[in-house]
Nanobody, 115 residues
Framework: QVQLVETGGGLVQAGGSLRLSCEVS???????????LNWYRRTPGKEREFVAS????????NHASTVKGRVTLSRDKRKNTVYLQMNGLRPEDTAVYYC?????WGQGTQVTVSS
């Protein structure tokens, strides 16, 4: 089973930046090289929303239109970690951010953007 641990959330003013990290581990992971790692976010009272994804092997990325141009994904294979760099943060970006691989989810990290 794959384990995912998110870090890097916090409180930031509108226009600021944060870098979220998702460290991937687990016996299954060591045999995978092709998976997609996804970032989602959830705000109370709203549906979970896709933010961005990265292919672990190729590094190709996809972004939701709501964050395109403000978010950059990268990965460090040596550290088994994916980074979600978020710039130009807006109050509507406030949410708990989760990373996901297949059926595996992290515990989430809170991002709060003040106006």
């Amino acid at each position: 089973q794959v384990q995912l641990v998110e870090t890097g959330g916090g409180l930031v003013q509108a226009g600021g930046s944060l870098r979220l990290s998702c460290e991937v581990s687990g016996g299954t992971f060591s045999r995978l090289s092709w998976f997609e790692l996804n970032w989602y976010r959830r705000t109370p009272g709203k549906e979970r929303e896709f933010v961005a994804s990265i292919n672990w092997r190729s590094g190709s990325t996809n972004h939701a239109s709501t964050v395109k141009g403000r978010v950059t994904l990268s990965r460090d294979k040596r550290k088994n970690t994916v980074y979600l760099q978020m710039n130009g943060l807006r109050p509507e970006d406030t949410a708990v951010y989760y990373c996901n691989v297949g059926v595996n989810w992290g515990q989430g990290t809170q991002v709060t953007v003040s106006s």
